[in-house]
Each structure stands twice: as structure tokens, then as C-alpha cells.
């Protein structure tokens, strides 16, 4: 206990800096030798009574009379108040667990490692099966788009440059569905005026779905003052028959190359529809469609970091490349609101296209009046919408599975008055949608394209509501970020990869640090990765020294204000330098590190066919807890690719500690957040791999249990030292 307290640089409620001369810092010196030659006595007491054989043979009788205690404790509490009631002490009962395993002997954790990542293969392996399928065939996808993304230096370098000059810029057909819009109109216009994409390349098609507000007088009063400017300006009013069928029209009666589906309550930001575009021209043929970033709330589905492609995507706002439009007919107008674009993207799939995220290209969308609002219109067509696609596009699992949806959403507490009946509703009509859903699947063969988790269809990032109010070029400052990254023979394939996720940041104000340790190997990767981007990319190599050193050579050639180190294992969603840079400007107090949240991809890595089976996307509770220096005290808990620190940090306190194999990197935390502050934003940004192969696993984890106490007691006479040092200061 005391020493805990000193290493919180507390003295009996007196803080080091009240010593008011030497002779009371002198004095505080003696009293700390004096109450830690204390507590090595009382530890010294402690030991012998645990070791003693009265201690050992009533210890079960203990630990049993203490677990029913607690279990009858949660019991109750959750009888009498409910199950959260007893939240808080569950999650210390986790902790606890948590530290009474690290305490078992070794024998008994290398039994029981083995079996709980046995369940957990297990697990990954049962647990929907055909979605990893489709996860790994993203990822397969990476060499197709390399040549794309190394000619260009990453895809946001790809659609931020401007086409060649003299090239013809495509007509781009804007396609809106207005239905009692009128208060979104005049803000939605205004952002389309202003873009940096020529205005008469730009065709504006509207479908009124009969608004009975003021909305076509305010169309026209737009077209008078504006309409000019377009290549063309149309309005269409017609019967409200859905989202789809209104587009559809729109789509089926304009000109433009490409169709941007948008919705009215959204706001452009100036480079919006060029960047997009400009990507679009660039891309692939097989890519139909590219979706836009919306702020403040971005859409936490999961996109493979290196190639931006996913499995479905939302239409609030979206790019569509015609000829691909024109193939699978439009929009399913079958479904009438909610839904329609993942149809859409699962049959346009289906026919053999590509999806493309574009999230340095950001429109403002209003969709919630605040965080976490259920709207009725949504939740009764999304569900309904869920249960559709399954029967439509789902594997048999996956329509067996459309029963029990049905059951649960309506047995579940209303969202809102009335909602089970218009839900029994819905089910109603989708009965005598089936044989026609049936008949379809048949059709087009046994390539299903269906993702479902629950009611989601793709893996959902934490993080949906974690607001992102202003575009990234609005930022009153941008400091530098070096990015940090370790490689050796070998992983030339995976450093590849990591890096096109670096050049792929929307936040730009970075450096590329790559260092070898042990050789040139990779060197010809990292230049042909740095020839044709703007950012800075700085190449290094070491002999054989260690990852420590190699991490200490990258911060010492660093010259950003901030630094991360990505290892040449893991990938960083687009917006994540962008999102904890975010955090630091907008934070009131002074922050020293900021870390986001990270999946744990447990997989297989076939080094020598240069290929990834993923086996499981894993998001640890313990890592979402707010950040807490005794916690950090006694587990690492901070992904390494997840955190950013101030590089002042480095210059005043040294890099890893080089004597250091394993968990260099938890040291290193321990010490830069002493006396630090550090953030948890809570939004899934990056991803880290583990093996999942059991023998691997158990190795990697012996190695850590064994260097586990000696990292520890390190640190701890580290920061002892430098709290004694502040009291004689």
C-alpha cells in the first residue's frame, strides 16, 4: 500500500513540492527507506502465514464461503434492483479473476491455456463460418487494387489528386428524393454550389415522393436562384412508392456516367463530390460503387484497411457507377424505406462488382437529433429489412435463423408505443414475399453474398456514436505525426500492407518511419511504396539488435510532435491518426498519450504462401475501461499500434528499455503515463494480430508469463526511484 501511495507522490496528504528546504526533503528520504524496509517486513509476514500449513488446508473452505457470499450477494441485488445493479462488482469480480490466474502455478496455466484457445478456434470456427469466409476473400483482394494503390501512393492520395489536365470530367447525375424535406433543402444546395467539382458537370435530378410542406415551392425558389449553374435541373413528382422506386426513376431519366445518391438532410463539405469522383475515375471496372464518410457520426462498419472495400454499403450518400446500376436494374422496389441499399450492394455483389468505402470524402448527415435515438420508421423497416435479405441472400443457417429474429423482435419491450403490432404487420406482407425470394435465390445459383450478425451485416466497430463534428481540413492545427514501423526479413508481404494503410490516413500532417532490424531486405518494399506519395516515407536499417533498439532508432529519426508505432503485422483504419489527433485538440486538459480501441484478429499466417487466415475478430472488455494507472500497473492493457504519444515523452525520458525480449512495450507505457495523462477514445480504429494456432499461442504466452514479474518489479523500482527524486526535488 505504501508503495502505491508514493508512486502517486503522496506523503501523508504533503505533495513533494511542499518540501521547503533540503532538510525537509532529507527527512522524507528517511521516512521513505524507513516505511519501505516496513513493508518488506510485513511482506516478509504475509508470506509465512500464506505458506503456512493451517493457511493452505482451510483455504478452499475460504474461497468457497467468499464465492457464495458474492454469488448470493449478485443474486439478490439483481432480484431486488436489477441486473446492472450488481455491474460494478462484477466487473471487480473480473479483475480479480483475472489476477488470481496470472497467480497459478505454471503447470496449470500451460493446461488450461491450451484448452481455452482450443474453444476459442472452436468458436470462430461454428460461429458463422460463411462471414469469415467472406472476410478472408476481402482480404484475398488486396493484390487486385496493389497496382492501383502503389501507382497512386495509397487510395486518399488517389482521389485528393486532380485527373490529368485536359481530361474530361465525367457528368455526374445527383439524385434526390425529397418527401416533406423543405428544411433540409436551402443548406444541401448551398454545399452543392460551392463545390470544387465544376458545377456544369453536374446534373441534379429530384423525385418528390408527395411532400405536403413547402418543399416544391422551396425547389423552385432553388432553381430559379441557382438552377442555371447545372447541366441540368429536373423535378419529377410523383406517388410515394419508396426510396428505391423514387430513385430509380431519377436514375432512369437523367444522363449522368455516374448517379450520387443523396439524401436531402446532408451537406457536402468543398472537395466532397471531386474526391470521390476523381477516385471513381481512377478505380478498377469492376468497382460499381463508392461510399461516402458521414460526420459527426461515421457508420461503424467494418472496411478492409489496405483496399477500402467492404461488404455492403450505406446509401445516404453514395457514388454509383451507372453501366454497374443499369446491370442488376436499380434498387429492389420491393422494400420501401430502410434496407434498400444493402440489397443493393448484396446483389450488385452478386453480380460479380465491388464496393469501395471513400472516407476522406465527408458529408455532414443529420440522421439523429442526439446519440442513440430510435426512429420508428427505421426500426420497423430495418428489421423487417433484416429478416428479407436473409431469406433473399442468407445461407441455410441464416434463414433458419429469420424464425427466431421474428420471435425475439416481438417478445422484446417496445422501442415505442404500438411497434409490435406494425411489426406483425410487416411479417404479414414478408410471408407472401417468400416464394418470390425463394425463386430468386434458386436462380442465382449457390455464390451467396449474404453477411449477417444478428441484425447487422458486416462486423460492427465500436464507436458509432463518438462524434466527429468538423472535417479534417478544419483543424486550427495540425501537428505531425511520425508513424513507426518495425520490420525484418520476410514480412516484406506484411509491411506492404501496413504501410498502404498509413498512406491511406485522411489526416495527411504524418511521416513514414520504417527501421530493419538485421539487413536491407525490405528495403525495396518501402521505396516502392515512397515513390508516388506526398507524405514522407524514411527507410532504415540496423544490425541484428532487437525490436527495442529498432524502436529507439525510428523515435530518434522522428521529427513529428507525436509518435505511434505500427507493427508490420497490424493495419489502422483510415481515421485513425485522424481521431486521436481530433482528441488532443479538442481535449481542455493536456494530454500526453491517446489510444483508441482494437480488434484482436486471431488467425493463421502462412509465411511461406504469403497468405492470412482469420479466425476470429475479438474486441477485449478490459480494454475499453477508462484509462487507470493502477490497472496499467499490473496488466498491459494498450495496444501498441493503438496509442499516440507526445515525442517529448522520448526526449525526456529515453525510448524501450533495450535489455527488455518481451513486454518492452508495457514498460514503456508504465513510464510515459506516470505523471502523464492519457485518453481512451472508444472507437475501434486499428487492428493487432494474435496466432491462433494453440502451440504458438501457448509459446508466445509462456515467454510473456516468464518475463512477466521481472517487467514488473523493473518498472516498479523505476518509477520508485523517480517519485523519490521528485520528493527531493
Known sequence: MEDRNLSHNSMHGRLPNEASSPQDAQDMSDEIAHLRQENAHLREQLSAIESSRSWRVTNPLRRAIYVSRHARWHASASLRKGAGHSRISLRHGYYRARSAAR????????????????????????????????????????????????????????????L??????????????????????????????????PLDRIEV??????????TLERIAAIRSTMGDAFADFQLHQRPNLGFG?????????????????????????????????????????????????QRPYEHPKHYDPVTWETHWSSHACIL???????????????????????????????????????????VAHYTYEEAHQVKPAQYLGSTRANLYLRLRYGTVPARLATLGLAIASVARPQPFEGARKRLMKEYSALLRQLPALNRERKKAGSLSVGVFRGLDYELTREGAFVPSDTAVETFDSRPVVSIITRT???????????????????????EWIVVEDGGTHCAQTVELLAENSELPVHYYSQDKLGRSAAGNLGLSKASGEWCLFLDDDDLIYADHIELLVRTVLESEERLSGVYSLAWDVMCDIDKENKHINELLYQLHGQHRLAFSHERLATENFISIQAIMFRRALYLELGGFNETLDQLEDWNLWRRYAYQSTFKLVEKTTSLYRTPANPIVKQQRQLALDKAYHDVKNSTDEELLIRSQSSVGN
Open 103 to 162: 497467480r497459478l502455478p505454471a503447470p496449470v496455466k500451460s493446461v488450461l491455456r491450451p484448452l481455452a484457445d482450443i474453444l476459442k478456434r472452436f468458436e470462430a470456427r461454428f460461429n458463422e463460418p460463411h462471414n469469415l469466409r467472406l472476410l478472408n476473400k476481402l482480404a484475398e483482394k488486396r493484390n487486385l487494387d496493389e497496382p492501383l494503390l502503389i501507382q497512386y501512393g495509397g487510395l486518399a492520395q488517389a482521389s485528393s489528386t486532380p
Open 245 to 293: 422506386a423514387a430513385h430509380n426513376w431519377a436514375i432512369n431519366h437523367s444522363q449522368g456516367e455516374y448517379a450520387l445518391i443523396t439524401n436531402p438532410d446532408l451537406e457536402f463539405d468543398p472537395d466532397s463530390i471531386s474526391r470521390v469522383v476523381t477516385l471513381a475515375a481512377r478505380d478498377q471496372d469492376d468497382v460499381a460503387c463508392w461510399e461516402l464518410r
Open 164 to 197: 490529368p489536365h485536359g481530361t474530361v470530367l465525367p457528368l455526374i447525375t445527383i439524385s434526390l428524393v425529397t418527401y416533406n424535406s423543405s428544411k433540409w433543402l436551402t443548406s444541401l444546395f448551398n454545399s452543392i454550389h460551392s463545390q470544387a467539382y
Open 205 to 214: 435530378a429530384i423525385v418528390d415522393n408527395g411532400s405536403t410542406d413547402d
Open 488 to 510: 525484418y526479413q520476410g514480412r516484406d508481404w506484411l509491411l506492404n500492407q501496413a504501410g498502404i494503410s498509413v498512406l491511406n490516413q485522411t489526416y495527411r500532417a504524418i
Open 320 to 362: 454509383i457507377r451507372r453501366t454497374s446500376f443499369n446491370h442488376i436494374n436499380g434498387y429492389d422496389e420491393r422494400i420501401f424505406l430502410y434496407g434498400e441499399d444493402v440489397e443493393f450492394s448484396f446483389r450488385i455483389r452478386e453480380a460479380g462488382f465491388r464496393l469501395r468505402y471513400c472516407p476522406n470524402a465527408t
